[in-house]
């Protein structure tokens, strides 16, 4: 039987819940928390508040009914009743001794899922001739956190790249590039950036200013300047559509520039991810192109399964539920980023067996992916092999958001590339590392320019990434390098210091104290030793439930425990040789745990700060 306090403690009190009041409360949750006053024990069970509602009794009677039926012998002291049904527990001596000792091994007592399973996330999304700017930033670091996590768990992940590669934005680009006789395969990722921008301009005209000039009669002149710039962009438009055609019947020319348009993306955002530490290679990137020919696939199981209907040309699919119907083929035979989305879904559980698909997209997409997940459902692509269906989940994230508390932009407006915010967290991180190597006590005052360049861009880039993964997904946040990259507070290089302050002791007691005999006798050992059995808990949560700051909050709260006992501890000059190895063997577990849960965020852990 596993050691972990946090599963036996709960399964004892599912047993006793069971026993007090019957099998229909079975998948009860005991509600068992960190004891917010150490002096009142070590965990806190609130469930009798909930329960003793639902059941019309007093919640002091509710927990004297469970502290009757319960069994704690070897988990527990015998547990007390507070307030108004709070049940405080005391975890016995030898368990909590146990649990750290089953956590020293390379899993760190973390234990594998029971039901692994073939996991695909949709992320980092990036368009073919634009650059990478702060919201793939969220969805790239965001999707990388998700599949560290599952795949600690034993989950096979597959993390895929939705590359924007097809359709008439792509072919306005390169009908733009022939018309001003630009080789795709000499531009730059700017030169495209910019090209797409032009082209989006070139093909936007003003129709209702137009209509509004005439009513208003703004004169000949400004009627003259509207006109031809709808004629203008409706040419446009037309001559970009024709491309679309010719690179969608293969014409040679055109499917060669349209490759060069993805190498030259790709190499740049394959730079942006090796910043980032981001494993995304060739392999990963599925772009839209990839079911082009998939898609009347689509339209035909939804037209022979008699799941949509035809309005006015186009074809619309209905929900019982909304009065917004999806559209998967436009009324001129035309199809959708919805279309593409579903023989992608049908993809990912089809072929790739996904028993779970995460979607990493902006929260702004939530009623977008809704009905293309219920379209799926309608048409029975979310089975899988073995009759059980597959879970769909769109994990939509908030916008990064400047001093001004408004989307992060640029002094002229544009939005901020993912290339200049790396490039200047990395300088900050560095600077900030040079300026403590500066002084002599410092660990790093002896180390290279190479070294210390090394340890600034893993300060840097694990600043930004800690600042996203640490809030709620969905909240929108603060870009504040200055908070960001500080060795104080809740930020990643708090955390990085951390960790290297523990080697730094174990370096300088030439000792790790693997298998000492643990002493957990002073509060500040007994405190740090239950936020350690915390650890496989956390990582299953943040697993089940989607959410990277559980584990940065885990991180906050062990280190934060860490200083004390180090504090109150002295762990070098201890008072005997056996406190100083069981001391030395804490440390030890910790900073591994500290490294562990950084590698999860994706966060460089560097020995020597």
């Not at 399964?305 to 309005?311: A, I, K, M, P, Q």
Request: overall charge negative; charged content about 30%.
């Amino acid at each position: 039987m596993s050691a972990d306090p946090l599963q036996r403690l709960r399964t004892a009190f599912q047993n006793a819940i069971v026993a007090a009041f019957g099998d229909d409360w079975r998948d009860t949750d005991p509600v068992i928390r960190p004891a917010a006053k150490p002096e009142h024990g070590d965990f806190q069970c609130n469930v009798a508040m909930g329960l003793g509602k639902r059941l019309g009794i007093p919640p002091r009677d509710v927990a004297r009914k469970i502290i009757e039926a319960i069994e704690l012998d070897g988990i527990a002291d015998p547990p007390q009743i507070a307030g108004p049904g709070f049940i405080n527990i005391r975890l016995d001596e030898a368990l909590l001794s146990s649990a750290i000792e089953e956590m020293d091994t390379s899993r760190l007592g973390v234990q594998p899922d029971p039901d692994p399973s073939i996991v695909v996330i949709d992320m980092c999304g990036v368009n073919v001739a634009k650059q990478m700017h702060v919201g793939h930033l969220r969805s790239t670091i965001i999707g990388d956190a998700f599949a560290r996590i599952l795949s600690r768990l034993g989950h096979d992940v597959r993390k895929e790249n939705h590359l924007g590669d097809w359709g008439l934005p792509i072919a306005m680009v390169l009908h733009l590039l022939r018309s001003r006789h630009q080789d795709p395969a000499t531009c730059t990722l700017e030169h495209l950036d910019a090209a797409y921008r032009s082209a989006q301009s070139l093909a936007k005209g003003d129709a209702a200013g137009l209509h509004a000039g005439g009513l208003r009669h703004v004169g000949p002149h400004r009627i003259a300047e509207l006109e031809a710039q709808n004629t203008g962009a409706d040419a446009f438009r037309a001559a970009a559509g024709e491309t679309l055609v010719g690179l969608q019947a293969g014409d040679q020319e055109l499917v060669t520039d349209w490759s060069c348009l993805i190498d030259v993306t790709l190499s740049a955002m394959a730079e942006a991810l090796q910043l980032l530490g981001v494993e995304l290679g060739p392999d990963d990137n599925r772009g839209e192109s990839s079911y082009r020919d998939k898609l009347e696939d689509v339209i035909d199981a939804f037209t022979q399964g008699g799941l949509c209907r035809e309005d006015d040309g186009a074809l619309v699919v209905d929900f019982e539920d909304r009065d917004r119907p999806l559209l998967i083929r436009k009324s001129d035979g035309g199809f959708l980023y919805a279309t593409t989305d579903l023989a992608a879904v049908r993809s990912r559980c089809r072929d790739t067996g996904a028993a779970r698909c995460i979607y990493v997209v902006d929260a702004r997409q939530r009623d977008h992916f809704r009905d293309v997940f219920d379209a799926a459902r309608l048409v029975g692509w979310d089975q899988r092999p073995d009759g059980r269906a597959a879970d769909f989940v769109h994990t939509g994230f908030g916008s990064v958001l400047g001093p001004d508390k408004k989307p992060l932009k640029t002094r002229s407006g544009d939005n901020v590339t993912l290339a200049s915010l790396l490039k200047e967290a990395i300088d900050r991180g560095t600077r900030e590392v040079r300026r403590r190597a500066e002084d002599p006590k410092s660990p790093t005052h002896e180390l290279s320019d190479e070294q210390l360049n090394d340890i600034g861009r893993s300060v840097g880039i694990g600043a930004v990434k800690y600042a996203d993964l640490a809030n709620d997904l969905v909240r929108d946040y603060v870009f504040d390098l200055d908070r960001m990259v500080a060795f104080e507070g809740d930020t990643g290089p708090y955390l990085q210091y951390a960790h290297a302050r523990i080697r730094s002791i174990i370096r300088r007691a030439e000792d790790d104290g693997r298998d000492a005999a643990l002493q957990l006798e002073a509060p500040e050992e007994r405190r740090l030793a239950l936020v350690l059995t915390r650890w496989n808990d956390t990582v299953h949560a943040a697993a089940r439930f989607l959410e990277p700051h559980r584990i940065a909050g885990y991180l906050r709260d062990l280190a934060e425990a860490f200083n004390g006992f180090y504090q109150a501890c002295p762990v070098l000059k201890a008072q005997s040789d056996a406190a100083r190895k069981s001391r030395l063997r804490l440390a030890d577990i910790t900073s591994r745990v500290l490294k562990d849960g950084l590698c999860m965020l994706g966060i460089d852990a560097p020995d020597c700060m």
